[in-house]
Structures are given as C-alpha cells and as structure tokens.
C-alpha cells in the first residue's frame, strides 16, 4: 500500500512516559570546525570537554525567551556561528515494550535530531547539514516556543535498552540572528500485556517494530471493469469498490490518485493510449492500495469522461 502498511493490529495497555524531558541533564557545543563530522551525535562519543547543564540551549538579545534558557551560548554563537550541537542521554528499560516515540520540541529557527547516531527528523534543516549550517528560513518565535510534535514511530528500531542518546543540532537562521532556542523532550508510549488484533492498515509503517491501533484505512480495493489490453475502437470503463461514505479519486498521468486527484463519478470513454491510476479513499482521508489500467492504441482521439474531453 502506497503511504500505508498492513499487519495485525497491536492491543494492549498503554501508558505515555517521558523518555526526557524539558530541562534534562545535557551538553552543548558551538563547533569551530568540522572535524567531528557526525561522529557527535553517537551515543558512545566522548563529550567530557563540552559544557554542561540542562535544556533549553540558546541565547536571547531581547526579550522572550530568558525563562527557557539554562545554557547561554550568546557568546559563542552570535556573529560567529549559526549552529550549536546539543546531546540529551536518557535510559530505556524493557525496550521491547515502547511502542511509539514523539519528539517535542521548541526551537529557533531550525534542528536536525538524531537518536543514538541516526538522523530521524529535522525543520528547515539542509540537505547535508554541517558544522557551521543555518536554518533554510525563519521560526516565528511565537511558535517556536510550543513544543512541536514530530513523530518517531518509523524510528523504533533505533532505541536501545540502557543507555541512549537523543543529538540535536541546532540551526539559527543567521549569525546575526537576537535568539536562538533548543529545548525538546521525548516521550515514549509503552505497551503491557500485548496481544494481537486482527489484521489492518497503518498508515505509519514500523518494520521491525510492534504495530499500533488499527487506523481505519479503508480495505476495499478498486475494480476495474476492463483488464489491460491493446484496442483500436473507443471503450468504457467503469470504477467500483467504494463502500459507505468513501469516494473513487484516479490519474490519467503515471502518478499515484490522492484526495486532490480527479472524484469518479461515472464512465469513462477510453479513445487513446492511457494509464489509469484508482483508490478508493476513506471518510477520514486514508486510502486503500492503488490499482491500475493500462490500454494501448495508436489512435489520437483523447480520452473523455461525463462527456468532458480530457487529454492525456
């Protein structure tokens, strides 16, 4: 399934706790060259010369963001460089048992978060982010102090039990920037007394990790009243499968049908060559897995639906 994943459903009791929170224990450095590479978001990296305090990391010129502040990097950032490196440890025990994971986050203007060395998520980070990178545009700072939520779940499998390390690479948009904020916490959903479900869609894929709760996504699939094949005369074709309150959306472009593709409401006239593209979509956005038609012909009298004519 395209976007989604089956398998059987995870049941069992959950309970949110904090992997780390705000104002966790943890060290900062403003690098002045790139020799460390990646090697300082590893939970094994040394980190004994790097300054220590806790969450949030950053600098404030003016007003707003003091009473989030517990390592002021002012000094070593401002009009020298944009980037600040920041590592969170934490401890997970019975790891098998998380069976979600959110980061949280305040930040300004940008980061990239790692967990034990893997880069898992980022906001208006760059491509290949480096020692002295800036963010790629502004974070309000209305917004950046809500802790922003980013999922984790595809990630699962980077957690280990003990020791963990949760890297954040901090990115102001400017040298010259008045602010800057790091503060994020981590929260991990746990799962007792499992059990499975029946079989599902999720449109959050977790290879090699539990599945969660079943999301929905509709199981019903299109049927394409005319198989592939080569013709020289015009035909129809006729789109089935929906169930109660889902819709038929399709392609006539090689892409796959999203909730903005084209809404089938009848049949359709098939005068050229063409590839069509169908699911069925849900009432509350999910979709089912896409099917496809393919005709060839060396006709060029286009392609017509509820009597619009539509070239492919």
């Not at 007792?192 to 019903?220: C, H, K, R, V, W």
């Not at 392609?251 to 593209?277: C, F, K, M």
Request: with cysteine; hydrophobic share 30%.
């Amino acid at each position: 399934m395209d976007g989604a994943a089956d398998g059987r459903e995870r049941l069992g009791n959950t309970t949110d706790e904090s992997c780390n929170e705000v104002g966790a224990p943890c060290t900062a450095l403003v690098p002045t060259t790139g020799t460390r590479g990646a090697t300082w978001t590893a939970d094994g990296f040394n980190d004994g010369s790097w300054t220590a305090g806790s969450t949030g990391v950053g600098y404030e010129r003016s007003n707003g963001y003091q009473t989030l502040l517990n390592i002021d990097v002012e000094s070593r950032m401002y009009n020298r460089n944009a980037t600040v490196y920041v590592r969170i440890p934490f401890n997970v025990t019975n790891v098998g048992e998380i069976s979600a994971l959110e980061l949280q986050i305040q930040y300004d203007d940008g980061f990239v978060a790692y967990l034990n060395g893997s880069p898992v998520e980022g906001d208006r980070d760059p491509a290949l982010p480096v020692w002295n990178s800036n963010a790629s545009a502004d974070h309000p700072d209305g917004d950046s102090t809500t802790l922003t939520p980013f999922s984790l779940n595809a990630h699962l499998s980077r957690l280990q039990e003990g020791g963990n390390v949760l890297a954040i690479h901090g990115l102001n948009r400017s040298t010259t920037s008045s602010d800057m904020l790091v503060r994020p916490r981590l929260i991990g959903t746990r799962l007792t007394n499992p059990s499975l479900g029946g079989p599902g869609y999720f449109l959050n894929p977790s290879p090699g990790a539990p599945n969660g709760i079943e999301q929905g996504l509709p199981a019903s699939t299109v049927t394409i009243s005319e198989a592939s094949k080569a013709f020289t005369s015009s035909f129809q074709v006729t789109l089935s499968g929906e169930g109660a309150g889902q819709t038929i959306r399709y392609t006539l472009d090689e892409s796959v049908p999203t909730a903005a593709s084209a809404l089938y409401t009848g049949p359709l006239t098939i005068s050229n060559s063409a590839q069509l593209r169908a699911r069925v979509f849900g009432n509350e956005g999910g979709h089912a897995v896409p099917q496809v038609g393919d005709w060839m012909s060396d006709r060029r009298s286009g392609f017509s639906g509820n009597l619009k004519s539509l070239s492919p």
